[in-house]
């Protein structure tokens, strides 16, 4: 299938990838932390071999010097079954190819480990062309957002979070999304985003973190899931 948006130097798009079939893609904590690890190495414009290097600790491996980086990620949750993305484009061809080197990546790891066979993502991935910066603002807070899912299925009614408080709990601790870096918590994770690349919406944490309470408790008939394009 052929995509039906272009990605184009400087703009910004919500990139969705889901698990074929909806299958989910992440089964253990260290499906994640590879998977986080792989969106660090694979943006760039060389080849980094993980079979080259001790995988025993993940952590220690965001520390590998990349070439120039093909995209800039503003913002990331990986999800059971399927990963949002904010990325902008910033050389030609960028978005492609890194979503071709991570998913390729994750992948023959998650085939060679759990024995699998064909393709583990739904294609081509997902892609919406971000055109209103009150809308590339308002992903901040949906993609972070997401997790509230995992834990209270119910709490997202999608109208409303019924529950905020509880909502906001389990955010707080909640690992494998780029909340924590806007919370002001460091991390080796840290090394995917850059900031830089994308519009100062936000001061510091406790602006950050109004903003999210915002939408946890006031974000009635707007926390719904975006519509995303081939």
């Known amino acids: 299938m052929n995509r039906t948006i272009k990605f184009a130097i400087g703009e910004y798009y919500h990139i969705y990838i889901r698990g074929n079939n909806r299958q989910k893609v992440f089964l253990e904590d260290r499906d994640y932390l590879r998977y986080l690890l792989l969106m660090y ?15 025993k600790n993940l952590d220690l491996l965001f ?8 995209v800039a990620i503003g913002a990331y949750c990986l999800m059971p079954n399927h990963t949002h993305l904010l990325i902008k484009e910033i050389r030609e061809g960028g978005i492609s190819l890194f979503m071709q080197k991570l998913s390729t990546a994750y992948s023959m790891y998650f085939n060679k480990k759990y024995k699998k066979t064909g393709s583990l993502f739904e294609r081509p991935f997902k892609a919406k062309y971000i055109n209103e910066d009150e809308y590339l603002r308002y992903l901040f807070a949906y993609i972070h957002l997401n997790p509230i899912k995992i ?18 709990q389990f955010l707080d601790f909640y690992r494998y999304s780029s909340y924590p870096f806007y ?16 519009p100062e919406y ?4 406790q602006d950050f973190e109004f903003f999210v309470n915002d939408w ?15």
């Open 41 to 55: 190495i694979t943006n760039s414009s060389g080849v980094i071999h993980l079979s080259d290097h001790d995988t």
């Open 63 to 70: 520390d590998l010097k990349r070439d120039e980086p093909l």
């Open 151 to 168: 834990n209270d299925p119910d709490s997202w009614s999608g109208k409303k979070i019924l529950n905020p408080e509880t909502a906001k």
């Open 183 to 198: 919370t002001g918590r460091k991390r080796m994770e840290d090394k995917i985003l850059d900031k830089g690349k994308f």
């Open 202 to 205: 936000f001061s510091g944490k």
């Open 216 to 230: 946890i408790n006031f974000g009635e008939n707007e926390i719904k899931n975006p519509k995303v394009t081939p």
